[in-house]
């Protein structure tokens, strides 16, 4: 009988009520924990949609001179008003610490204060790993600056460490090169990353497709970002839905805990003493 | 016509570098003479001259000199 009560028709009310830990970054709560990229879309209309699809609230994009009359950027912060998404302008293509500094203060300007900034400084063109000596001079400097820096990092937990005593809001270890859809390459690591540091831990780099996600977030980290896996799949919006689902997936099945391994069988059956 | 005023002209013009493209603009222009030439006004944008930013409150009034180094940032997609 208890069987049969434990399945109402509800189950998702009665899930959602099993409380989870809010997913806070720099003083803000957010429910969904899949954050996005706005790159490498075939259009600003197919970027708009797949991230709508996704459920994100947090969405990156990178500063860079204008075009001559054009309009993109324009398109680009109409189509992602400050009114329904937190914007995550980045340091994308900087590859020292005075890059990456002078790219988050224009970026600071051109969104009126904005504190928020993905910090990364790039190390090599092949790989794009990140320069982690760079990334830490940079860090200190925009910490005192009083940017809340979400940083992306090598899945080094000492330097993972060393980014979250400086002050930075979250540490975005990669699990695998940016843009590679290797997924999660790492896992140890991050585990590592996770009991190094007392903010939350955010996979950046390395999905390739729902079941990474999953991976990912049963690892116990507090968000994804994620970018090409959506970009680049064959259908991106459809690909937005799987990536949510994945999420949701993998942070209920973590908080959940998952059955022993054993060796053998277990019969689900109860086992009769006689027929 | 044209003969009066090229002399005046070239007089009044002058080179800065903008967006690492030389681009010659009336002595004096303002950094908003320059996004209005672009076509950017009303567009969200930062502007940095010589390496430090100029803030929207001062688009207006800060002239700029012959050579200055003239960055005009935006938002695009990006990961």
Request: proline share 5%; aromatic share 4%.
């Amino acid at each position: 009988m208890t069987v049969f009560s434990s399945t109402p028709s509800n189950s998702t009310n009665t899930l959602s009520a099993r409380t989870d830990a809010p997913f806070v970054i720099a003083g803000k709560t957010y429910t969904s924990r899949l954050l996005v990229g706005t790159g490498k879309y075939a259009s600003i209309e197919l970027t708009s949609e797949a991230i709508r699809a996704s459920g994100a609230q947090i969405v990156t994009l990178a500063i860079q001179r204008t075009a001559s009359k054009a309009p993109e950027g324009q398109a680009l912060l109409d189509c992602f008003p400050e009114s329904e998404f937190t914007l995550l302008p980045n340091t994308a293509g900087c590859y020292t610490a005075e890059d990456a500094v002078r790219v988050a203060r224009l970026g600071r300007e051109l969104l009126d204060g904005h504190p928020l900034l993905k910090l990364e400084v790039l190390g090599d063109q092949k790989t794009l790993f990140p320069d982690v000596i760079q990334t830490l001079k940079a860090a200190k400097i925009l910490v005192d600056e009083g940017f809340q820096i979400m940083v992306y990092t090598s899945d080094d937990p000492i330097v993972a460490r060393q980014l979250c005593d400086l002050g930075c809001v979250a540490i975005m270890p990669l699990a695998a090169p940016i843009g590679s859809g290797l997924g999660i390459q790492n896992r140890y690591n991050i585990e590592f990353i996770m009991e190094s540091v007392d903010v939350p831990v955010i996979v950046d780099a390395g999905v390739g497709t729902a079941s990474d996600a999953v991976l990912a977030m049963e690892l116990g980290i507090d968000a994804i970002l994620m970018n090409t896996a959506l970009a680049e799949a064959q259908d991106p919006v459809r690909m937005a839905v799987a990536m949510k689902h994945g999420v949701i997936a993998g942070r209920q099945a973590y908080l959940a805990g998952r059955m022993p391994r054993r060796r053998y069988a277990s019969a689900s059956s109860p086992i009769p003493e006689f027929i | 016509m044209i003969t009066d005023k090229l002399p005046t002209l070239a007089q009044e013009m002058c080179s800065i570098h903008l967006n690492g493209q030389s681009t010659r603009f009336k002595k004096g222009s303002s950094i908003s003479d320059v996004i209005t030439a672009q076509e950017l006004q009303g567009r969200r944008i930062a502007v940095e001259v010589n390496g430090e930013i100029i803030p929207k409150s001062l688009h207006d009034a800060h002239q700029l000199k012959a050579n200055d180094r003239v960055e005009i940032v935006t938002a695009v997609g990006g990961g």
